[in-house]
């Protein structure tokens, strides 16, 4: 028998929405014999140590969240990027629990097929132009739409920047203190090199010696 996680369990009991979805998706990706953990904020799944899924909830609806989802076969066409720039993990979507009875089978067929990717070392072929938005960026997207907004607004090469930027470290909450440290320089309109004087040093007219915020 799985043994079932305790920050899982409180986390999941807090919930003032999708509380009874999130149970009905735990109970069916526990019976799949994955381990339960607590990672990202959120219930996270895992087979020998390695992540397959996560479930999450959104405003509108909940979701699976399959971290190599973009290799799934998807022969019934459910799979939703979560974000323009997403290129490894896809989602299910739902928005009661009798979408999610409806499909249950299949969404055991899809479990099975992502631990079978994992087991095997099957690697997403990223492209190197994009850089993948971390979990930690869209948890704090989610809790400040502005944040989320201003960061949208700056230009891909200052978004790309950032991303690189967030994504070294190993740790999730060096991740976190990353983002957290830069929120007020993205809020700005500020890119990750740039004075306040609105240049960056590799400009001509910048020598560095302006204050960062």
Known sequence: MIKMN???SVYINN???WQVELTTLRKIII?????EDYKWKHPCYTKDGKNILLIHGFKDYCAILFIKGALLKDPKNILIKQTENTQAARQIRFTNVSEIATIEPIIKQYIIEA???ELAGL???KKKAIVEIPFELEEKFKEN???KKAFNALTLGRQNGYLLHFVKPIQSKTKTARIEKNIAR???GYGLTDCTCGLTKRKPNCDGSHKYI
């Open 186 to 188: 993205i809020l700005n």
């Open 15 to 17: 919930l003032k929405k």
């Open 115 to 117: 631990i079978g990717i």
């Open 145 to 147: 739409p502005e944040f």
């Open 31 to 35: 019976a799949s014999g994955l381990s």
């Open 6 to 8: 305790q920050e899982v």
């Open 123 to 125: 690697k997403v072929k």
